[in-house]
């Protein structure tokens, strides 16, 4: 059992005379903090009330007041005998995106996860006749049964991709194999290429393993425009892999034609980039089929299936695809945490496949009724919301309306503002989940000042090492204390804003590219930045500045993909924001590019270097030293890869020279 001393609570604690009386609420309300952000772990055994009070030199009573508020609230626990120990307030359900236990009537419409057919009580049945064959065996198949593997294979070469049955290995899920996939190609601190949006799980498998996401924006209007980005990329980053989802993306419903497969597969290949190509409702087509599978127009290509969305989730059988050496490999990974998959699901499974095409019509039957109704709901309560049809798959990707949509009165806003619909600017790129956020305050009126107070800046939590309960408690603290500025979250994972989502109503978030997210009032904005960058393996940082400027009460411009060729030839009269009143320029292999922009405008810019395409440890010291080397005046030098404290620090400047103009 852990415990701390009064001595050294006392001082992580610090002098309460700085805070607002009573005394016993702010010791109750520092322990609270430090119990959250993990400086007092869970379980720990606090103090004896008299040691501390000694330690802090306050009465007994204001410990003993503050140790009861704590218990109150949820804070600590009590044992008679024992002592007083550290805890986390219960609460509801909060985790991983994943669906959870039904609530009354209310339709989850977050996860697509369809109730069996009839068809698996009746492939359950048949397993279980074939099953006395197999229970003379030890039961263990760590590459997954022959006859289900054999089936698979089968069906990736009616697809148009010839495989053999050493070339699956069959998994516990569509999930599992991208797990399993990702831990054979990547290391820490590796690169992995995305589409943004994305799906939040396989984000979070990455992340796991300790590699660092790289979003290629995917604008389902205009798909194109993500092939020229992820070509760029590819060529510019150099990722050790790329997870991809060419067959009814998630969440946008984007096919990628033969063509475009084609020329990914060719991208791939001359960057010499392995993928996990993930193929969960490739057979899932509404209004269109899907190509053949992607690996068909390439090598070093994974593939990943499940039955989970054809058939039912509770089966949780899915496969990897690849060349039978790499399959192998991954066999071997896989057992580390599954010796194997159980026998009588597989079994199933086999019977599925053996009717799947008979049972796949009548399925995507009734999902083109089900998309029918949905959309016509969705069109008819929310007007203002843009609400495609998708060719295939099993979610839609829905369009909130622009700030200057009659939605704003009723409580619907972007988070950052720019000429264009899209509030990150990126383009008419994806679009960011939002939630209700509360109309934008009114401004105080001054008593006689004429100057305007500067925005009270956020309260921010950093996500990094600490768990998604932890980042909740933060919150709830921030607010607690400061509920008249927001408490900012940066780089959460994606269960982390999905948790926050959940709890608080007052949420806004912008795209998966920064991961952050903000919980309270939103200042009103006073001048403007403009952000820029260079590849687009620099869009997490410019994201997260962006975000962290319009937080902090600036409104933000965005203009991407700036670099290399399109500087050399000169700029257009309007690609920089001119009515900006500071830039933020992001770049890694193109770091003299803030020295360019210092020579093109007068403006104020604060440069930020990154690690992009620069791995290792001394990833982005480079581009530091170029900024450095090349700066002309006016251009102010950040941390690498700290788009957070160059959007605060440009708001600043911004807010600034607003008003004295």
């Known amino acids: ?117 009839a068809a698996v009580p009746a492939a359950l049945a048949a397993a279980l006749e074939e099953l006395p064959r197999f229970l003379a065996t030890h039961g263990y198949h760590p590459a997954g049964l022959p006859d289900l593997r ?52 396989a984000l979070q498998a990455a992340r796991a393993l300790g590699a660092r996401v790289v979003p290629v924006a995917l604008d389902p209007d205009e798909p194109a425009a993500w092939l020229d980005a992820a070509e760029r990329t590819l060529s510019a980053v150099r990722p050790a892999a790329a997870y991809l989802m060419p067959d009814f993306q998630n969440p946008t419903g984007v096919l990628l034609d033969a063509a475009g497969r084609e020329r990914l597969a060719g991208a791939l290949r001359r960057g010499g980039v392995p993928a996990v190509v993930d193929e969960t409702v490739a057979e899932l087509g509404l209004d269109a089929a899907a190509p053949p599978p992607l690996a068909a127009f390439g090598p070093g290509l994974l593939s990943v299936g499940t039955l989970s969305k054809v058939a039912w ?90 700030l200057r949509s009659r939605a704003v009165s009723s409580g619907f806003a972007p988070l950052l503002v720019e000429p264009a619909d899209p509030p990150l600017g990126l383009g008419s790129l994806a679009e960011p989940a939002l939630a209700a956020v509360p109309p ?85 904005p006073v001048g403007s930045i403009g952000v820029l960058c260079g590849a687009g393996g620099d869009l ?45 320029v992001v770049a890694g292999l193109d770091a003299s590019l803030a020295g360019l922009l210092g020579v093109l405008t007068d403006l104020p810019i604060v440069a930020v270097p990154t690690s992009t395409g620069q791995p290792g440890s001394f990833g982005g010291f480079s581009a530091l030293l170029t900024l450095l080397n090349s700066a002309s005046p006016g251009v102010v030098v950040s941390n690498i890869d700290n788009g957070h404290a160059a959007g605060v620090f440009a708001a600043r400047i911004a807010r600034r020279s607003h008003r004295r103009g």
């Open 313 to 402: 989730g509770g089966l949780r059988v899915g496969w990897v695809r690849a060349e039978a050496d790499v399959v192998r490999r991954l066999t071997a990974v896989a057992v580390r945490t599954s010796m194997s998959g159980p026998v009588v699901e597989q079994l199933a499974a086999c019977a599925l496949l053996d009717g799947l095409d008979g049972s796949l019509q009548a399925w995507r039957e009734q999902l083109r009724e089900r998309r029918s109704v949905l959309t016509a709901e969705l069109r008819q309560r929310l007007p203002d919301w843009r609400v495609p049809a998708p060719a295939g798959g099993l979610v839609l990707w829905c369009g909130l309306p622009s």
């Open 150 to 201: 054999a089936r698979i294979a089968a069906r990736y070469t009616a697809r148009g991709l010839p495989t053999t049955p050493e070339q699956v290995l069959v998994t516990n899920g569509a999930l599992h194999g991208v797990s399993i996939g990702f831990a054979g190609l990547l290391r820490r601190g590796q690169r992995v290429l995305v589409e943004q949006p994305s799906y939040p799980n």
């Open 440 to 524: 934008p305050l009114e401004p105080p009126v001054p008593p006689a000042a004429p100057a305007r107070a500067a925005p009270a800046e956020p309260d921010v939590i950093w996500a990094p090492g600490r768990s998604t309960e932890q980042v909740l408690a933060l919150v709830r603290e921030a607010r607690r204390q400061f509920p008249d500025r927001p408490a900012v979250v940066v780089r959460a994972p994606a269960e982390t804003l999905v948790a926050l989502a959940s709890e608080h109503d007052a949420y806004t978030t912008v795209d998966a590219a920064s991961m952050s997210a903000a919980v309270g009032p939103l200042p009103e």
């Open 540 to 584: 997490a940082v410019a994201a997260e500045a962006a975000f962290a400027a319009r937080v902090t009460g600036t409104a933000v411009l965005r203009v991407d993909d700036v670099g290399g060729s399109r500087f050399r030839a000169g700029l257009s009269g309007d690609a920089l924001p001119e009515d900006a009143d500071c830039l933020v």
């Open 1 to 117: 059992m852990e415990t701390t001393s009064a001595r050294s609570l006392a001082v992580l604690v610090g002098d309460l005379a700085t805070d607002r009386p009573p005394r016993y609420a702010a010791l109750a309300g520092r322990i609270r903090r430090l119990v959250a952000d993990g400086r007092v772990p869970l379980g720990t055994r606090l103090p004896a009330e008299r040691q501390l009070a000694t330690a802090l030199a306050v009465s007994r009573a204001t410990v003993t007041a503050a140790y009861t508020r704590l218990r109150e609230d949820g804070w600590a626990t009590a044992r008679q005998g024992a002592g007083t120990f550290a805890a986390l307030p219960a609460g509801p359900h909060r985790g991983a995106w994943v669906p959870g236990p039904a609530d009354d009537d209310a339709i989850d419409l977050a996860h697509a996860a369809p109730a069996a057919p």
